[in-house]
């Protein structure tokens, strides 16, 4: 854990941008690079990114997150009807309420820590969900979610006289939000957002909350008051969560109260862990890695899979695709609940830990080698002497 | 009057099954000191056991008529299941009590599902931190969940209680008011003494048993019971089998009144955790009490007449009293002083 | 005025029916070591958890500097002035040793919260000079970009003494700063805290060993039981037969 200097922080960003920004070259061998893929890339990035500033740094593991992304999303689309089919108001007010929410929740759910403080948010989240679905069907129109109709107001777009025949997309300032603008909308967004979680890992409020994970009990005797800075993290993740869920918005004007559900707080939860909760990078791998396989596997069947498998002899491609059968389409979820039992039980610090032990292991051999010869010396040493003796 | 009446009622049975749930929970939480967020996929198995019992039970044997043949013009097809080829009238019995009939299976199988669960996965938990306890047992949660989903699809499957007890009482009636006012289905009650009993079932075999004793000792203070020599290790997997067990069997009997789908373990889980929390984590007369209480304030919320006022507390009443309890009495009801709080 | 910078008055502790600590009262001069002795259980790691707001009295007041502390927050008395180095190590284990004591420099610069987090640590010079500079006090500067979670128990107390040293308290409450620890590494103990204390700190340190507290301590104060059954220069509690019968029957001094 050694502090990076600011020049190698440099080059990360750069590196960073350079690899979300080239994006749709890189990832065109393998398949990835259609502009909806990559939207989604970019936003649950964002939205990981902002749940391992709480969950990474402080250790307090929220399943209510998921509640924020839904109340970003409801807001930009609100914002859309109403005022502007501009992103910039949407992205602002969807961020801004999100934070609120954060704000009023995490003030209370923060009284408590450990599971506690889990199935606290999970309650909260829970009741935005079931009220989302139910009273305030006015708002999130219930089960068919929210989505833009021909006879909305758009009052700011009507100012400066823009009139919309038919359903209008989503833009900015123009440029309308579809395939790779819609991307690169959200690319850039998230490089900043990664930019700011950056600064958050390499500051002293960073490192504050790393130590309250590491004994909340000694920073009090040690002077500082714990929850005024767990309460920053939760806002700012909130707030990133927000984010996430207008920018879904953005790409695809529709809201519904199924992106509030707890088992959508299990996933940003599951693709953290399974890039390494605390790391800067970790979570987005996981999300790339989820988002990439959900994609592949969900879109295969077992007639596609007999496609794939033509290649091996008849009844070792007939045994394949009845192993592999259950695990793709349908039983997609399958395959990540199986996932998430085999990162937490084989490797808790996700895969980011397996390359720094893979990266470790030519030093561990070095070491051992040198070992076995300092033995080997040693012994011969001692053969020696005892022939003296 | 009967108003409420009829919701403490309405409330009961549902409360039967938090509180069964629960109970497992917390039972595994303060022995084991696990979070398992899994316990509800182990209500949900119960239930499908009973779903599979009563597809087996219902196996058919076809027999085409080649003399006769429908409207359709196919030949008529005889449809009989094979218990009531091979054992009669008793055969017939045994399809239409398949859902009590299916706690024979309940029993050995969740016994076995929850001691492979404990010795297999849960036990290298123990001393893995909450967070790691919930994340696995998630995960397992979601394995099971999509195994069902794959297996018996994503619609609920209605399953019947033995006619005898299929129709409804008027206790309206029965008790001198206005008929039809209290209106009670039979199986609800059955299912409210099922309850009653296990719940009974357990608290004595924790009360009577030297077994229970260490068990309950445990729960106080799990350092002194491993300082005495007692080997903990098997009383554990013990204790988990019949959490399961006991979630099992709730989940099996209750499938005359919710019909069983996918997600209903998961629902059930969020529920129940809250009825843990609620009781008092690690309190088994928390967990119950609260079970009841919870079912039967759902079931005020759902009236006509609380909704006018406050609209949608139905749909979060449970989670708001949860919310209460926890910032204002973290111990829950029954919980003891100082355990578990932080 | 009296030159007391701590003044525990009259203060009652009890665990159910336990009396943990019976009417202390306990006055420490400015500037000087007092050190609290007495046989395990006499009451005197309570007596530092009341006092650092750990515990709240029954009744009773400590009244530090002119502040009463009885019913502040921890931290609120970590502002006040008042650092303890805690018996059972307490560190954040998951940090490098250097960032340790990084974490306690921030907290006396930036108060109970600041919400500094564009500015990288590495430009926090001044902080990071501060930490060094304890470091090389206490003896830990080789190691400090290694983690603290595997060190040596004894290194881990010299960490705490320097986590708290950065902090420049007004009061120092040390709770068995060397137990556990082999003599040389006491011997390195008692020199560092003498050294500290020509620095005018004011220091209650509990003890057991008492070659460490004749040779440090201005004042000893023997708890037992409790109760503060003598209180005086090394010289007199040596000479006090109460105390040799209570306490130091057969130690060697």
């Known amino acids: 854990m050694s502090m990076a200097t600011p020049k190698q922080d440099m080059v990360t960003m750069a590196l960073f941008t350079a690899a979300v920004l080239s994006a749709p070259l890189w990832l065109s061998p393998i398949g990835a690079n259609y502009p909806d893929l990559l939207q989604k890339f970019a936003i649950y990035g964002i939205f990981a990114i902002g749940f391992n500033i709480l969950f990474g740094l402080t250790g307090y593991l929220s399943f209510g997150h998921a509640a924020f992304l839904g109340v970003g999303s409801y807001t930009a689309v609100w914002s859309f009807k109403l005022l502007s089919m501009n992103v910039i108001p949407a992205v602002i007010f969807g961020t801004l309420l999100a934070g609120l929410f954060a704000l009023a929740i995490g003030y209370l759910s923060l009284r408590r820590s450990g599971i506690y403080f889990s199935i606290l948010t999970l309650a909260f989240a829970q009741m935005c969900y079931n009220l989302a679905y139910s009273v305030l069907t006015p708002i999130t129109n219930g089960e068919t979610g929210l989505q833009l109709d021909i006879g909305d107001p758009h009052v700011l777009d009507s100012l400066f006289g823009i009139e919309y025949t038919g359903l209008p997309s989503t833009s900015l300032f123009g440029l309308q939000m579809t395939g790779y603008s819609g991307f690169y909308f959200c690319a850039v967004i998230l490089i900043l957002a990664f930019f700011l979680s950056l600064r958050i890992f390499r500051s002293a409020f960073g490192m504050k909350l790393r130590a309250i994970k590491s004994n909340q009990t000694r920073m009090m005797y040690t002077g500082f008051n714990t929850r005024p800075y767990l309460l920053t993290a939760f806002v700012i993740s909130g707030m990133y969560a927000g984010l996430a869920g207008s920018l879904l918005a953005v790409t695809d004007p529709l809201a519904g109260a199924e992106r509030m559900q707890w088992t959508a707080s299990g996933e940003v939860v599951l693709m953290t862990i399974l890039g390494g909760a605390g790391t800067l990078i970790g979570p987005l791998l996981g999300v790339g890695l989820i988002k990439y396989f959900e994609n592949i596997f969900s879109a295969l069947n077992e007639q596609t899979l007999h496609e794939v498998f033509a290649f091996l002899p008849d009844w070792i491609e007939n045994l394949t695709v009845a192993i592999v059968n259950p695990f793709v389409g349908e039983g997609w979820h399958l395959m990540l609940g199986v996932l998430f039992m085999v990162i937490v039980i084989f490797l808790p610090g996700g895969v980011m830990e397996g390359i720094r032990r893979i990266a470790d292991l030519p030093r561990k051999f070095r070491r051992k080698a040198e070992k076995r010869r300092q033995e080997a010396e040693h012994a011969a040493a001692l053969r020696a002497a005892e022939e003296e003796g | 009057m009967d108003a409420i009446f009829l919701q403490i009622l309405n409330g009961l049975d549902k409360g039967g099954a938090y509180a069964l749930i629960a109970l497992g929970l917390t039972l595994v939480f303060g022995t084991l000191g696990v979070v398992n967020f899994a316990h509800g996929a182990l209500f949900m198995l119960g239930a499908f056991c009973a779903v599979s019992l009563n597809l087996l039970l219902n196996l058919e044997k076809v027999v085409v008529d080649p003399s006769q043949t429908t409207p359709w013009g196919t030949p008529l097809e005889i449809r009989t299941p094979y218990l009531q080829e091979w054992f009669g009238d008793f055969g017939t019995w045994m399809i239409d009590y398949s859902v009590p009939l299916s706690l024979l299976l309940v029993i050995p199988f969740m016994l076995m599902v929850g001691v492979a669960m404990e010795r297999g996965l849960i036990k290298h938990f123990y001393k893995r931190t909450h967070a790691d306890q919930i994340l696995v047992t998630f995960g397992l949660a979601i394995v099971v969940q999509e195994i069902i989903k794959a297996n018996f699809g994503a619609n609920p499957i209605p399953q019947a209680a033995p006619d005898i007890v299929a129709g409804s009482m008027d206790i309206g009636a029965a008790l001198g008011m206005d008929p039809n006012t209290i209106v009670y289905p039979y199986w609800r009650m059955v299912y409210l003494f099922f309850a009653a009993v296990v719940i009974g079932g357990v608290f004595a075999f924790l009360h009577m048993t030297t077994f229970g004793m260490v068990v309950r000792a445990g729960m106080h203070d799990r350092e002194t019971v491993g300082l005495m020599g007692i080997d903990i290790d098997r009383r554990f997997t013990i204790v988990f089998g019949l959490a399961a067990v006991v979630a099992g069997m709730a989940g099996a009997m209750y499938t005359p009144t919710l019909p069983p789908d996918y997600h209903m373990g998961m629902d059930f889980l969020v529920l129940s955790f809250v009825v843990v929390v609620v009781g008092g984590m690690g309190s088994l007369g928390g967990a119950v009490a609260a079970g009841f209480l919870l079912g039967i304030l759902q079931s005020f919320a759902s009236m006509t007449e609380i909704k006018s006022f406050l609209p949608g507390i139905d749909q979060i009443i449970i989670y708001l009293v949860a919310v209460v309890i926890l910032l204002v009495r973290p111990r829950g009801l029954l919980g003891q002083k100082g355990v578990m709080e932080d | ?253």
């Open chain 3, 1 to 253: 005025m009296s030159d007391y910078i701590l003044d525990i008055d009259k203060v009652d502790k009890t665990f159910g029916g336990l009396h943990a600590l019976a009417d202390i009262n306990l006055k420490v001069e400015k500037g000087t070591v007092h050190a609290i002795i007495g046989p395990n259980g006499a009451g005197k790691s309570t007596l530092l958890n009341v006092c650092i707001g750990k515990l709240a009295p029954n009744s009773g007041t400590v009244n530090f500097d002119g502040q009463i502390l009885t019913g502040m927050h921890p931290y609120q008395i970590n502002k006040a002035g008042v650092v303890r180095v805690f018996q059972t190590p307490e560190i954040f284990p998951d940090l490098t040793i250097l960032q340790n004591v990084m974490v306690p420099a921030f907290a006396k610069r930036d108060g109970t919260f600041t919400f500094n987090f564009w500015k990288s640590m590495s430009a926090e010079r001044k902080i990071r000079q501060e930490a060094e500079h304890v470091l090389e006090d206490v003896g830990l500067a080789e190691q400090m970009h290694n983690h603290s979670g595997s060190m040596s128990r004894g290194d881990k107390r010299r960490l705490e003494i320097a986590m708290a040293l950065v902090q420049h308290p007004k009061l120092l409450l040390l709770d068995e700063p060397t137990a556990g620890m082999s003599r040389h590494d006491t011997n390195r103990t008692i020199d560092l805290l003498k050294k500290i204390k020509e620095r005018g700190m004011t220091k209650v340190i509990i003890e057991h060993d008492m070659h460490v507290v004749f040779s440090l301590a201005d004042r000893i104060s023997v708890l037992a039981q409790g109760r503060i059954i003598a209180e005086g220069t090394p010289d007199e509690i040596r000479g006090n037969p109460k105390v040799q019968e209570a306490y130091l029957g057969g130690a060697e001094l």
